[in-house]
């Protein structure tokens, strides 16, 4: 049962453009998201986060939109950039977050 | 502040053997999580340990088992290994605040023949 879903295993973008990453969830207790950034070889780093009181988070370059209604959110990133590329996972939580679920990750090649 | 340390890096074992993956979490952290990836599927949430104390347990049969020391430090055990339990584990250490976020190792590669 995949409570997190990322339905895109890979995206292509132009260096300088924008990068949109999407992510579906089932559950309807969950309400804390985050994204975290994973490169060959090393384990996944957290990029950024939003809490389910709001609908949207900036921190740079990434923003993270919470559509609640819809169960989604997404992450975009402007203007991305080559060192951008890496496998992406949305995950979510529910309750303090000690239990975190990950999506399926979306691999992003940004050319340039 | 040293990072989530993982060991080994690397194991190769074959089926029907048992392994001992082991986690040293960022000082400090007393909640550990383990998960599981692999191609196409993700991270899949293994169990959490705080306080020496299994809190949360995803859906992976018995064979995978875990436990944390009093220093926080943990191990993951998988027996009677099959050829699908190679994948990336990664274990993941967090501080006590609600909804803080986790710190990955870099994982241990198993590869089961």
């Known amino acids: 049962d995949q409570q997190v879903k990322q339905n895109s295993p890979s995206l292509s973008v132009q260096e300088g453009r924008i990068s949109i990453l999407n992510c579906d969830y089932t559950n309807s207790m969950f309400d804390y998201f985050l994204w975290y950034k994973k490169y060959p070889a090393e384990g996944p780093t957290f990029l950024i986060s939003?809490?389910?009181?709001?609908d949207k988070n900036e921190d740079g370059r990434f923003t993270v939109f919470l559509n609640k209604s819809a169960k989604h959110l997404s992450l975009h990133i402007v203007p991305s950039q080559p060192g951008d590329s890496a496998v992406y996972f949305c995950?979510?939580?529910?309750?303090?977050?000690?239990?975190?679920?990950f999506g399926a990750g979306t691999r992003l090649f940004v050319k340039a | 502040k040293a990072g989530v340390t993982q060991t080994p890096r690397y194991l190769i074992k074959t089926r029907g053997q048992q392994v001992t993956l082991s986690c040293s979490p960022i000082s400090g952290h007393r909640s550990v999580s383990w998960y599981q990836q692999t191609p196409g599927q993700g991270l899949q949430f293994l169990f959490e340990?705080?306080?020496?104390?299994?809190?949360n347990k995803g859906n992976f049969p018995g064979r995978f088992s875990g436990r944390q020391f009093s220093n926080s430090r943990s191990e993951m055990n998988v027996s009677t290994l099959e050829l699908g339990d190679s994948a990336l584990y990664l274990c993941a250490s967090r501080g006590q605040s609600t909804n803080e976020k986790l710190f990955f190792g870099s994982g241990t590669q198993l590869s089961v023949l």
């Open positions: 939003i809490s389910s009181i709001k």
């Open positions: 340990y705080f306080s020496e104390t299994q809190r």
């Open positions: 995950a979510a939580s529910a309750n303090g977050g000690f239990k975190t679920i």
